[in-house]
């Protein structure tokens, strides 16, 4: 056990500095953009990003023994975690059912509601993430399907989606042996496959904006810089 904390609390804080940057990284991109909207891609994973930097603090600390763990401070933490499941949410919302738009907010408020009333009313752990967990990983379903398709359409070249394809289902696995490994020796895998999906994340991210500037450099080496482009999440049918 002693080996398996040591493990959650290096991979906690690996995972919060990991998060951080990648989350001030995607919001300084969506800054530079001309034409900023609420689903854009680089925001929607900045916010994921930063909340889940903060809820993994959380455990950190927790881990740490500078907090006390409660089941207090595991709804705030759950809390936090809707922070980054619902801008998610939003965005593939916004690419698949562009035509019910007028509905997208209720839809957002709806399972808002749903996930604050599992928190609100849920007498342990393993209660709450049973009802909140189901939740992720429709989401994270829904938008490795998303990445398959624009990975086989060529489309949000800004971003290696074939990468995407597979950090996704390491981050659901990860949530998936969350509940049945918690009270055994090996409560620490799902923290270190959430770590390895997050390198994978950083990598699907910066490795195509650096062979774009690259390529820039090459073909157009005398030319003024251009304004970031607009990341966008489109699909074609």
């Not at 809707?82 to 593939?92: H, K, M, N, R």
Request: aromatic share 8%.
């Amino acid at each position: 056990m002693q080996l398996g904390t040591e493990f959650v609390i290096f991979s906690s804080i690996t995972i919060v500095i990991i998060t951080a940057i990648v989350g001030t990284y995607l919001l300084r991109l969506w800054l530079k953009q001309s034409n900023r909207l609420l689903t854009d891609l680089p925001l929607v994973f900045a916010i994921t990003s930063i909340s889940h930097a903060c809820q993994t603090l959380i455990v950190a600390l927790s881990n740490l023994g500078i907090i006390e763990p409660s089941l207090d401070f595991f709804k705030l933490r759950s809390i936090i975690i809707s922070a980054s499941i619902i801008p998610v949410l939003g965005a593939l919302l916004q690419i698949w059912a562009p035509r019910i738009q007028k509905y997208h907010m209720k839809i957002l408020m709806s399972v808002t509601a749903y996930w604050l009333l599992v928190v609100y009313f849920g007498v342990s752990d393993a209660i709450i993430m049973t009802l909140t967990i189901p939740l992720i990983l429709l989401v994270g379903l829904m938008m490795m399907v998303t990445f398959i398709i624009t990975w086989k359409t060529g489309r949000l070249k800004e971003i290696r989606s074939g990468v995407m394809v597979i950090a996704l289902p390491i981050i659901m696995v990860s949530q998936i042996l969350r509940v049945p490994l918690l009270g055994t020796s090996l409560f620490y895998i799902p923290d270190i496959l959430l770590v390895i999906s997050l390198v994978i994340t950083v990598f699907a991210f910066v490795s195509p904006l650096k062979k774009s500037e690259s390529q820039k450099k090459r073909e157009e080496p005398r030319a003024e810089p251009e304004a970031p482009k607009q990341i966008e999440m489109a699909v074609e049918y």
